[in-house]
């Protein structure tokens, strides 16, 4: 069945680094372009990275521009995002999301989520 599982969260100081990984099966990963999202209580999910299927191109929130990077490795089923720089605003529970694209035209409703992983930021 379709899986996402992401992994690499945990608590860290400010100005300190984590790279997060979703490692995703049962789909054809390269087919799909690849997003982490994150939302912080009480606020709503928000898309902090996105890659496109091949990884050529790469978009981010500007809250996190410069400081993360988004990366992905068709061979191995997984999308990255490495976090640098930390701040206490970057605590949320990240998401990893996968939308099915063909021919340039992005399919909605054949997306996929993770159960998401906890980055806690905090002296």
């Known amino acids: 069945q379709v899986q996402l599982v992401e992994s690499g969260g945990g608590l860290m100081q400010p100005g300190g680094s984590l790279r997060l990984s979703c490692t995703a099966s049962?789909?054809?990963?390269?087919?799909?372009?690849m997003s982490w999202y994150r939302q912080a209580p009480g606020k709503e999910r928000e898309l902090a990275a996105a890659i496109t299927e091949s990884g050529s191109s790469t978009n981010y929130a500007d809250s996190v521009k410069g400081r993360f990077t988004i990366s992905r490795d068709n061979a191995k089923n997984t999308v990255y995002l490495q976090m640098n720089s930390l701040k206490s605003e970057d605590s949320a529970v990240y998401y990893c999301n996968a939308v099915l694209v063909v021919a340039g035209t992005r399919f909605e409703r054949n997306s996929y989520w993770g159960q998401g992983t906890q980055v806690t930021v905090s002296s």
């Open positions: 049962g789909f054809d990963f390269s087919m799909y372009a």
